[in-house]
């Protein structure tokens, strides 16, 4: 992730700034969890699957799996009993799983909630 060209300014590929978005879902639902920890509140990241879109069908020519079926893990995750306490984890199909390296790096969730804030004018070192 190049911290850098988040915009995709000095560089723009499609895929690569798909990428880079989902990379930020999981750098913050990360970072949020642990601003949330002893409040009662979970964060945790999911992959939704291939779902199909019209994105997927245009740019790939594929078909994915029905919207409900790639709801089915974030429905999961809001509403099961057992997960109630589970936070700062990822799932895929409504199992845990390891997401990618980069993802785990809490310096790297650190700066990019620190560029988010900025982002949206909550202004740099905004915490909560």
Known sequence: MDLENLYAEKKFH???AYCVSKLGNLLFAFA??????GFGVTSNALHPGTVNTKMLQKA???IGQTVEEGAATSVY????????D?????FINRDAARSFEQSRDRALQEKFWEISAEMVGLGAGHQN
Request: charged share 10%; aromatic share 16%; proline share 4%.
């Open 14 to 16: 499609g895929w690569g």
């Open 32 to 37: 949020l969890a642990r601003r949330l920890a």
């Open 60 to 62: 790939w020519g594929m």
């Open 77 to 84: 995750l809001a509403s099961a009993p057992k997960l109630a």
């Open 86 to 90: 589970t936070t700062w984890a990822y």
